[in-house]
């Protein structure tokens, strides 16, 4: 038996695969998969569990439940207070290319039947950075989760504070941490779950003040990034440093979870969380 035979017969298919759909290589492990597989495996490669970056919108779709989404402050949007010079077309082009007025979406659903707020922040827009709409939107969903007696759950993907907005987006820090507070004051659950990446601004204030924090596994969490705390302090770094593993071995996490697994965790969550009164009714 011609011992290529199968070798030939896997790259003819494959042939056939990137001539009749897309085929999307994992940046891990190098492996190549139809994107039909990969949307049949919510886009984790069946290689190596790597955890592809998706949209909000993918999220909303497949950790609430269908059709109980509503959003709140859809319309705020962010503009160039500092006359950041190229910044206003930067913003355009983003909003062309994605479909989104800005890095987060917010408001309501349900999981499993149970009312939560929710933030599905996304790194298509400006690598997720938090800029002076991002942190008000994140503010008035806590707020509203707060009048409404609501738990809130927040999908963290950001490459930090944006630049452009200098000073006022820094702001946005110190805002949404108090709004966080305000929430927790008020005896309601927060939920903090970390996607690849949570960097910078975002993860020094809100995504780390969850009551739960969890991630999605391998992902890369911390505030500066790893070269750039290698080149400040000289030193080689301990091996997967800043890793969602990494910081679940040093307590910083409360647990790591698969995406497929990621609704129920939620859902087992929020109803372990529910006041005795409700929970009967259930």
Do not use: W
Not at 61 to 78: N, W
Not at 236 to 249: A, H, T, V
């Amino acid at each position: 038996m011609d011992p290529f035979k199968k070798k030939r017969k896997m790259l003819a298919a494959l042939k056939e695969i990137k001539e009749k759909g897309r085929v999307i290589k994992c940046p891990s492990c190098g492996e190549e998969h139809p994107e039909d597989v990969l949307k049949v495996q919510m886009y984790v490669c069946p290689s190596c569990g790597h955890h592809f970056k998706v949209s909000s919108v993918y999220r909303i779709k497949t950790v609430l439940d269908q059709g109980s989404f509503h959003e709140i402050c859809g319309s705020l949007r962010g503009y160039d207070p500092l006359d950041f010079p190229g910044y206003e077309k930067k913003l355009e082009e983003t909003r062309n290319n994605t479909g989104l007025r800005e890095a987060v979406i917010t408001g309501t659903g349900k999981i499993d039947g149970i009312k939560t707020a929710v933030c599905m922040m996304d790194n298509r827009f400006l690598m997720g950075s938090m800029g002076m709409a991002v942190g008000e939107k994140i503010t008035r969903c806590f707020e509203y989760a707060r009048r409404k007696k609501l738990p809130i759950i927040i999908f963290s993907a950001s490459g930090g504070a944006r630049m452009q907005e200098g000073i006022l987006s820094l702001m946005q820090m110190a805002k949404t941490a108090a709004a966080a507070r305000r929430h927790s004051e008020a005896g309601l659950l927060f939920i903090s779950v970390m996607t690849n990446p949570t960097t910078g601004g975002v993860t020094a204030s809100f995504a780390s003040l969850g009551d739960i924090i969890i991630a999605e596994p391998k992902a890369l969490i911390g505030f500066a990034g790893p070269r750039v705390i290698q080149q400040t302090i000289g030193k080689s770094l301990p091996e997967g440093f800043q890793s969602s593993e990494y910081l679940l071995e040093h307590g910083f996490l409360d647990a790591v979870v698969c995406r497929k697994d990621m609704k129920n965790t939620l859902s087992l969550l929020l109803h372990l969380h529910q006041k005795p009164e409700r929970r009967r009714l259930l």
